[in-house]
């Protein structure tokens, strides 16, 4: 099994520190690291620039479908259903597009929990907020799993 090295991951890591929101799906395929794909990249890059760069990922993508549709939880699902079968087979370049489509709607979001948590937001630093939009994404992928979810008939049976 192919290993990625200490020095391999810190590489991309001073990359993505200069990468912006156009480069980085090229920035990411440069490197092509095994296990590093766009999601845990986009991970590293938020830790890195959070005010800059975003994760990408099913929460991210769900909240993204979730605004492009506005609010239809149905709807988002559904994409979101589309989206995991066809992910394994985007080239970089779909990746790309997606990950810079996210911005709009992340900014959104974020804009929407300032107005709504004011004594929140004013804690949140400028060059933080694509921290902030992850766990809002988080929150709305976790709150919606759950309501989507049908309840198995046997799993309530005592």
Request: aromatic letters at 10%.
């Amino acid at each position: 099994m192919e290993e990625n090295l200490p020095s391999s991951i810190l590489d991309l890591g001073r990359d993505l520190e200069k990468a912006t929101p156009a480069t980085f799906a090229a920035v990411v395929k440069a490197h092509s690291l095994p296990y590093i794909k766009i999601a845990t990249a986009s991970e590293i890059a938020t830790n890195i620039r959070p005010g800059h760069l975003w994760v990408m990922n099913l929460r991210s993508a769900y909240a993204h479908f979730l605004v492009e549709n506005g609010g239809d939880i149905e709807k988002a699902w559904h994409l979101l259903c589309l989206y995991e079968e066809t992910a394994q087979n985007l080239d970089w370049r779909d990746w790309g597009c997606l990950y810079r489509d996210l911005e709009s709607s992340l900014n959104h979001l974020v804009k929407i929990a300032k107005r709504a948590w004011p004594s929140i937001s004013r804690k949140v630093a400028s060059d933080e907020t694509y921290l902030w939009a992850d766990a809002i994404c988080s929150a709305l992928y976790n709150r919606d799993a759950y309501e989507e979810e049908e309840i198995d008939e046997d799993e309530t049976a005592v």
